[in-house]
């Protein structure tokens, strides 16, 4: 079971976001052309304008505008909401650049009055919709029984209740009578075998919904407990067939490497040429790295520090701005992820996918392997260009933070499919965006 209060509010914002655009698509028809011209403007403006709205809500779900998971603060919601305009905005004009003759219509000013209105009238009220939910406090009741020790997840759940949720009960044990009197929306249970079938019966026939732990986490946040999950659950989320997902995402890989690499040949000899003239050394650099069943091959990428950065060893990229071994011109790129274009050789020779598990290095493998449960199984979908942990998850520079990584893993690698794919894609490029 889905949380349906989550589901009510994203469907209340999407209706609002809805709103916000026809409601500026029928003022801009109406500040332009007046009452008398209204409706006739409106047949010619309609089904162009129903193309950029539907550009404008699918750019928000990119943007993770739709996701409790993200846009904890205020501050963080803006940058994602005006980032998302733009976007939207530039993609709305390439829209009337290409197919304007088609609809006999090419609406500069109209459409800069259209985004203009909208992004007012939807800030302000989804401004609005936030404070009122944090003021009734809604969110949906949990009652955790943790055997009295409290879960590592639980604690999680306590410090993201913005996702919907409130643990309102923690108990040692599982007693009925006193779940019954607090009227709880969801029960967590350490393990499922901590109540027999009669009793869970009895919840499910009050609306009372029963999770365990791992199964609400996942649910809920989209990654995997990896540590929490026994060798036969975790034996078959990476044992799945997918003959035939492989064959296509082979099939997309090699057109889509293809494309880009012709696309973006003109790009590559301009990053060449400003690595070249700002720093001493090569314009790529290469290592080794590790995909699918352990293999290791040479990765491909623009060069991004200074020669000899690692003359005593691989370590951990700190952050892309305090990196001193990072050049200028490296910084750059790293932040919108254009040293990563080489690779598109790697993905046309098979050595990588567009997304998967990033593939890491050796040395990093061998300590990982060591240091986390479970990290090797990792390797058993091939490695990618971008994955479900890079776009949620921040660079990672320490063994705590490829454990968190690790679970996203783990959650595409159970979860893996055509759609969950161009998600992850979709949602890299607009990462590319935030830089």
């Known amino acids: 079971m889905k949380n349906l209060l989550t589901k009510f509010k994203m469907f209340f914002i999407l209706a609002t976001d809805l709103a916000a655009l026809f409601g500026a698509l029928f003022l801009m028809i109406f500040i332009r052309y007046g009452k008398d011209y209204f409706f006739a403007q409106l047949n010619i403006h ?54 304007g003759s088609f609809f006999k219509l090419t609406p500069k000013t109209n459409l800069i009055i259209f985004t203009g209105i909208f992004g007012v009238i939807d800030f302000y009220s989804r401004i609005i919709i936030r404070r009122y939910f944090v003021k ?95 060798k036969e659950t975790m034996i078959d989320y990476v044992s799945k067939n997918k003959t035939i997902f492989n064959f296509i995402k082979r099939i997309i890989d090699v057109f889509l490497s293809l494309l880009l690499i012709i696309i973006f040949f003109p790009i590559f000899l301009i990053i060449a040429i400003l690595i070249k003239i700002t720093s001493k050394g090569p314009v790529m650099f290469s290592h080794k790295r590790i995909s699918l069943n352990d293999n290791e091959f040479i990765i491909y990428k623009f060069r991004s520090m200074y020669l000899n950065s690692e003359k005593n060893g691989a370590v951990w990229t700190e952050d892309n701005k305090k990196d001193p071994r990072i050049t200028p011109v490296g910084r750059f790129l790293r ?56 776009v949620n998850y921040k660079y990672g520079a320490s063994v705590e933070d490829a454990k968190e990584k690790l679970r996203y893993d783990f959650y595409y690698i159970k979860n893996r499919n055509i759609f969950f794919d161009i998600l992850i894609i979709l949602k890299t490029i607009a990462k590319i965006f935030t830089y």
Not at 63 to 80: D, G, M, Q, V
Not at 174 to 196: A, M, R, T, V
Not at 346 to 375: A, C, H, Q, T
Request: proline share 3%; aromatic share 16%; hydrophobic share 45%.
């Open 335 to 390: 932040g919108t992820h254009l040293d990563e274009i080489p690779q598109l050789i790697n993905i046309l020779k098979g050595e990588l996918s567009f997304v998967g598990p990033r593939p890491e290095r050796p040395e990093f493998v061998d300590k990982l392997s060591k240091d986390i449960l479970y990290y090797n199984l990792r390797h058993s979908v091939k490695a990618g260009l971008t994955g479900w942990a890079q």
């Open 136 to 230: 009734k406090g809604i969110s949906l009741k949990i009652i955790a029984v943790n055997n009295g020790e409290r879960n590592e997840l639980i604690e999680e759940i306590i410090n993201n209740q913005n996702i919907g949720y409130k643990i309102i009960k923690e108990l040692n044990n599982f007693n009925q009578k006193e779940i019954f009197d607090l009227k709880p929306d969801i029960i967590i249970l350490e393990s499922i075998k901590e109540i027999d079938f009669d009793n869970i019966y009895s919840l499910l026939k009050k609306g009372i919904a029963i999770y365990t732990i791992n199964n609400f986490y996942e649910e809920t946040f989209q990654k995997v407990a990896t540590e929490k999950i026994d």
């Open 46 to 99: 309609f089904v162009p304008f129903l193309i950029i709205i539907i550009l404008y809500i699918l750019t928000f779900y990119i943007f993770n505008l739709y996701s409790f998971r993200f846009n904890k603060n205020i501050t963080e919601f803006t940058s994602s909401f005006i980032k998302s305009l733009i976007v939207s905005f530039f993609f709305s004009i390439l829209i009337f650049y290409i197919f």
